[in-house]
Antibody, heavy 120, light 106 residues
């Protein structure tokens, strides 16, 4: 049973870089059929897709965040990571990692989510 | 970018009711439409993929239909555990979610 687990600081100062890691267990991140995404949800609001990465390292980002986002993968650790630069209070959200079964498919497995607050 | 619009944004219903939620895309997305259920403090759960395919383990009272720009999620007989927020999501291009529909107890 594949499981995803987010980790990283819960508090980030404005203008700094938010960094999170998603650890994949119960399966290999290098399985070629899957794409690995980051999705966020501000308190009391809806879901926003941030971007995805394939195990080969190819990425696709939401154009609205593209200038500030970097997603990377470490296949040796079975992890993928998110960096979001120049954060503001508007980046305060629960951040989820999720697996997309195949290109154009659905997010079938999600992490439990981690709350990140941007505040000085 | 393709915009996803859900309606209603909230609804009140009773156990046993038939509930229908609609989702409209700003341009055609074929059948690249998925539905999720989210309960407070939890991650979303996949219910329906490819517009009408039931995810493994999801009760058969959930069903989806539509193609192109107009889609529906139907719960045939609402159960107590179905009170939650539901989101549609398109996987045709830059992934995007609808604004959500909160299903509350009447």
């Amino acid at each position: 049973q594949v499981q995803l687990q987010e980790s990283g600081p819960g508090l980030v100062k404005p203008s700094q870089t938010l960094s999170l890691t998603c650890t994949v267990s119960g399966g290999s991140i290098s399985s070629g059929d899957y794409y690995w995404s980051w999705i966020r949800q501000p308190p009391g609001k809806g879901l926003e897709w941030i971007g995805y990465i394939y195990y080969s390292g190819s990425t696709y980002y939401n154009p609205s965040l593209k200038s500030r986002v970097t997603i990377s993968v470490d296949t040796s650790k079975n992890q993928f990571s998110l960096k979001l630069s120049s954060v503001t209070a508007a980046d305060t959200a629960v951040y989820y990692c999720a697996r997309e079964r195949a290109i154009g498919d659905a997010f079938d497995i999600w992490g439990q989510g981690t709350m990140v607050t941007v505040s000085s | 970018d393709i915009q996803m619009t859900q309606s209603p944004s909230s609804l009140s219903a009773s156990v046993g009711d038939r509930v229908t939620i609609t989702c409209r895309a700003s341009q055609s997305i074929s059948s690249y439409l998925n539905w999720y259920q989210q309960k407070p403090g939890k991650a979303p759960k996949l219910l329906i993929y490819a517009a009408s395919s039931l995810q493994s383990g999801v009760p058969s009272r959930f069903s989806g239909s539509g193609s192109g720009t107009d889609f529906t999620l139907t719960i045939s007989s609402l159960q107590p555990e179905d009170f939650a927020t539901y989101y549609c999501q398109q996987s045709y291009s830059t992934r995007a979610f609808g604004g959500g529909t909160k299903v509350e107890i009447k």
